[in-house]
Each structure stands twice: as structure tokens, then as C-alpha cells.
């Protein structure tokens, strides 16, 4: 071997050997909380209204065992839990994903999910991938540090301190949501206040960030929502993203920013202001019925900056943003990501287009109402299914053949949008973004949720995006609000269906994955009899 080519790999040798195997247990139960002062039975993760954050750094090999000791009824009881924006390359069966990646994890039982981040670095998240189940409380923040992060002297402090996570909340139990359904309340860092017509809690202590003049903070603002986008800014300071979703974006100053739910974005906060309280806003744009929800009075929609040294009072600050929104346009990656294939429209190898419709019983793709199948995808794969035409659920699974550019259209119009759109198993180029007639082949942000717009008239938007087929393996497309996907918003992509055996961990799926599905079969036929 050349000197040249073994000196090429020393970078990859000691990152091997420096990474480390993160061992985490998430045991989920059930309590009464009132996160916004609404009494409700939730469901926990470590005791927590929201999950503990796990923290890695690249390469590191991740062995998290999830205890099922869920009991309450009215509640989902089985579980699973999906790694938002991790690749699982070659690793599939831990992707999470009920009914396409495995059989869900009964109460009373645990199962490892035992996987290596070799290359992704930046700011993810975890959720339940059962039901509508996250949205009851199943959900936290996963973080990748990068000891050579190219932004490094941008800031000072990364920690979890600097963490903003952004949800909704409801005053009933996910199974027994409506096909059309708001919420009541917003959160930061897991703490809000509510008010509707049934009543109001405006007296709950609100989150507080804090800060110190003269410090920049990397902030991780990540959405958790189940439903409304958040329109973000902080009273009185500009904000540089610097991450979009994992992936290193040319620095880009903002003063607000729109965030879907599955959105993640890093941005630098120079604490350069008169030592003061300001507030922290997270607006929610929805089609709620609830007006009373939507507003900054007396706390709704917010959480507190507070300086080092700034009096322990409410902020009296005024939002003033607005002069440089967050366009995602305007976002580029900071190292060249060449967008793949021949630079044009409908000139990838693979060119599929989406339509998307409410019908009277939730959301349909190409009129097709994606249902839980009986056996997930991926044990069909394995159980010798011949092709995508025998996969159930009939209609929803797409076959694509391995190292082909595939290019989304996704046009917008219909009810219950902006939809938030999430690819499992690789991020995208998002070569044509909503409100936009323009298509960018040379540097479009790269990310793995993308708004497809809201325009219910023409011209409709038709948000466009590529990826490649390199990663083998059923990867599910769909809405991140929650309530539509578990009304049919979703496709499954089998990428290199044929290959699948041998990528699955060498070709020998962990005996506990396998056991899963007859004891969750188990476990619904004693539920059915069951008074």
C-alpha cells in the first residue's frame, strides 16, 4: 500500500478508536403532571416530561435500552422508539419504526436498540414511533458533538443549557384524538401556561434560559411538536444559524425563524445586550380554533432570557423581529453537498410525485390511506416477499433500486397544511422549497423535514427534493404532524429490497427484534379477551 493511502487513513483509524459505546436506559411509565397546569395522565420517560438528553460524539456506537412499565389504559401501552435523523445504515431494524421496522415493545418488556453512528454529527431527536404516542410525552433530544466542528470559534458555551426544545400540548389522551385536532397549550423546555374556553393556568413558573453578558451560546432550538409550527425569535438579539438538522450551513444572521415539527436548527446567540429579562417567543401558527391560545398575553407562547445579574421578574421587553426572517432559500450548506443527478427538473433517475388529500377519514397519497400493516415491512423482507407490489400495506411501498437519484415532488393544497414532510434513512436536497417557483441544483440546504407549503390554490407550490438510494432498507416518508400520520399521511420507500438480508447486521437480526412481533401477537390477543 502507498504511504499516500494509509497516511489517508489515519483520520478514520483514530476516530475508531476513540469512539465510545453511550449506554442509556429510557423506562417509560405513566404519572399525572401539568406541564402547563392542566392535571393529566402522561406518559414519562425516566420520570421526565421530557426524555433525558443523549449525548454522543461522532462514531460513538449507542446501546439504549427502552423498559416498557406503561399501565395506564386509556394511554397506548406498547412502544417504540425512532432516532429522528439518524441514518441506521445497516441497521434498520432499529429505526423504530412500528409496523415498518418492528413490532412494537409490550408493557413489561425491554428491548435494546443497539446502533453506530459512524459519520453524523449535530443536533437530532427521539420520539415514540407508535400511535400518536410522542405526543403524550414520549420525546427528547439527541445530541452528536463534533470535537472538530468547523463553527467551533464561533461560540462558547454548548451544553445542555443551551438546549430549547419547542411543543404543543393536549388536555386529552392521544388515542382518543379526532382526525381534525388542536392543541391547548404551547411549551419551551417542557413548561407552559394554557387558556381556552374550559379555563386557563396562567400562574405556571415559565422556563428560563440563563445567560451572561458577553457570552455567545450555541442555542439547539428543536421542535417536538405534534402539530403547529412555531414562529421563534428572542426579544432583542439576533440570532446565526450555523446547523440546520445535522447538517453545517454557512453562518446566516436571523431575527426569527419558522420551525416545523421534526425541525432542528443551531444557532449562535451573542449575549450583547444590557443585562435584562426578554422574552423568549414561540408563536404558534395553527388552524385552532381556540384564539384565546394565540397570544403573548400573560406569559402564553413563551419562556424567559435572563441575564446574570437581571432581577428574578417577568421580561417587559416588545418583539421588534420580523426585519430578518429565517428563509429556507437562503440556507446553504457550508462545504459543497453536490446536489445529485442531472441538474434539472424531472431529470433524476427515479422521478415520483406525490399528491396528497384529506379525505373524510384523515390524509391519502396518491388515494392511497397508508394503514398499520399486520407483519412491519421489513420482517416481510426478510420473510422472502418478492416485490413492492406484495408488500403490504397495498399501494404505500415503493421499490427503489440501490445507488439511483430519486427526485419528490410533493405538491401543496391540501387541508391540514403546511404539512411537515420527514425521509427516514437519509437527509435530502431541497432543490425547489414552498413559496418558491425557483429550483437550485448547486447548493440547496440539505435537511430531513421540509415544509411542503401551504397554498391551497394555484399556483401551488410543489416543493422538490433528491436523495440518493445508498442505504438499503424500508425507510417511511411522511407528515410529522403526528394526527396525520396515524390517519394515512405516509409512503414506505424499500430501497435495495434484495440486499436487505445482507445488511441487516451481517444478514442476523438480534433474536430480540425477532421475538418482538409473537410476543406483542401475544400480548393483543390477551388484550382482546380481556375484560
Same mark, same amino acid.
Given at each position: ?44 420517560? #425516566? ?5 433525558? /438528553?443523549? @449525548?454522543?460524539?461522532? !462514531?460513538?456506537?449507542?446501546?439504549? #435500552?427502552?423498559? %416498557? ?57 427521539? $420520539?415514540?414511533?407508535?400511535?400518536? =404516542? ?41 388515542? =382518543? ?24 393556568? *396562567?400562574? @405556571? ?61 443551531? @444557532? ?21 380554533? #381556540? ?40 440556507? $446553504? ?17 427515479? %422521478?415520483?410525485?406525490?399528491? *396528497? ?11 392511497? =390511506?397508508?394503514?398499520?400493516?399486520? /407483519? ?18 397495498? !399501494? ?18 391540501? %387541508? ?36 411542503? !407549503? ?13 436523495? %440518493?438510494?445508498? #442505504? ?27 440486499? @436487505? ?31
Amino acid at each position: 500500500m502507498r504511504v499516500s493511502a494509509l497516511l489517508s487513513l489515519i483520520p478514520f483509524l483514530v476516530s475508531e478508536s476513540l469512539a465510545a459505546v453511550v449506554q442509556k436506559t429510557l423506562t417509560l411509565s405513566n404519572e399525572y403532571r401539568a406541564p402547563d397546569g392542566f392535571n393529566r395522565s402522561v406518559t414519562l420517560i #425516566n420520570g421526565q416530561e421530557i426524555g433525558p /438528553v443523549i @449525548v454522543g460524539q461522532v !462514531g460513538d456506537r449507542y446501546e439504549i #435500552n427502552v423498559v %416498557n412499565q406503561l399501565t395506564d389504559k386509556s394511554l397506548d401501552l406498547g412502544t417504540t422508539i425512532h432516532w429522528h435523523g439518524i441514518f441506521q445504515g445497516g441497521s434498520n431494524e432499529y429505526d423504530g419504526v412500528a409496523d415498518v421496522t418492528q413490532c412494537p415493545i409490550i408493557p413489561g418488556e425491554s428491548f435494546l436498540y443497539n446502533f453506530t453512528v459512524p459519520e453524523q454529527y449535530g443536533t437530532y431527536w427521539y $420520539h415514540s414511533h407508535y400511535k400518536t =404516542q410522542y405526543c403524550d410525552g414520549v420525546r427528547g433530544v439527541f445530541v452528536i458533538y463534533d470535537p472538530n466542528d468547523p463553527h467551533k470559534a464561533l461560540y462558547d458555551v454548548d451544553d445542555e443549557t443551551t438546549i430549547l426544545t419547542l411543543s404543543d400540548w393536549y388536555h386529552f389522551p392521544g388515542p =382518543q384524538h379526532p382526525v381534525i385536532t388542536f392543541f391547548n397549550s404551547t411549551l419551551i423546555n417542557g413548561r407552559g401556561r394554557y387558556q381556552d374556553a374550559f379555563g386557563s393556568d *396562567l400562574t @405556571v413558573p415559565l422556563s428560563i434560559v440563563s445567560v451572561e453578558q458577553g457570552v455567545r451560546y450555541r442555542m439547539r432550538i428543536v421542535s417536538l411538536s405534534c402539530d403547529p409550527n412555531f414562529t421563534f425569535s428572542i426579544d432583542g438579539h439576533n440570532m446565526t444559524v450555523i446547523e440546520v438538522e445535522g447538517v453545517n450551513t454557512q453562518p446566516l444572521v436571523v431575527d426569527q425563524m419558522q420551525l416545523f415539527t421534526g425541525q432542528r436548527v443551531s @444557532v449562535v446567540l451573542n449575549a450583547d445586550q444590557p443585562v435584562d429579562n426578554y422574552w423568549i417567543r414561540s408563536f404558534p401558527q395553527s388552524a385552532s380554533a #381556540n384564539a384565546l391560545a394565540q397570544t403573548y398575553d400573560n406569559g402564553l407562547n413563551q419562556a424567559i432570557l435572563r441575564y446574570k445579574g437581571a432581577p428574578e421578574v417577568d421580561p417587559t421587553t416588545t418583539d421588534d423581529s420580523g426585519r430578518l426572517p429565517l428563509i429556507e432559500t437562503n440556507l $446553504h450548506p457550508l462545504e459543497a453537498m453536490p446536489v445529485p443527478g442531472t441538474p434539472a427538473p424531472g431529470a433524476a433517475d427515479i %422521478n415520483i410525485r406525490l399528491d *396528497l388529500k384529506a379525505v373524510p377519514t384523515g390524509f391519502t397519497v396518491n388515494d392511497v =390511506q397508508f394503514a398499520a400493516p399486520s /407483519v412491519p415491512i421489513l420482517l416481510q423482507i426478510l420473510s422472502g416477499a418478492a416485490d413492492a407490489r406484495s408488500l403490504l400495506p397495498a !399501494g404505500a411501498v415503493y421499490e427503489l433500486e440501490r445507488n439511483k437519484t430519486v427526485e419528490l415532488v410533493i405538491p401543496s393544497g391540501s %387541508n391540514g397544511g403546511p404539512h411537515p414532510m420527514h425521509l427516514h434513512g437519509q437527509n435530502f436536497w431541497v432543490v425547489r422549497s414552498a413559496s418558491n417557483s425557483s429550483y437550485n441544483f448547486v447548493d440547496p440546504i440539505v435537511r430531513d423535514v421540509v415544509s411542503i !407549503g401551504n397554498a391551497t390554490a394555484e399556483p401551488y407550490d410543489e416543493v422538490t427534493i433528491r436523495f %440518493n438510494t445508498d #442505504n438499503p432498507g424500508p425507510w417511511i416518508f411522511h407528515c410529522h404532524i403526528d394526527w396525520h400520520l396515524d390517519t394515512g399521511l405516509a409512503v414506505v420507500f424499500t430501497t435495495a429490497k434484495d440486499e @436487505v438480508p445482507e445488511e441487516e447486521l451481517d444478514g442476523e437480526p438480534a433474536q430480540a427484534w425477532e421475538n418482538l412481533c409473537p410476543a406483542y401477537d401475544h400480548y393483543m390477543e390477551l388484550m382482546a379477551t380481556t375484560p
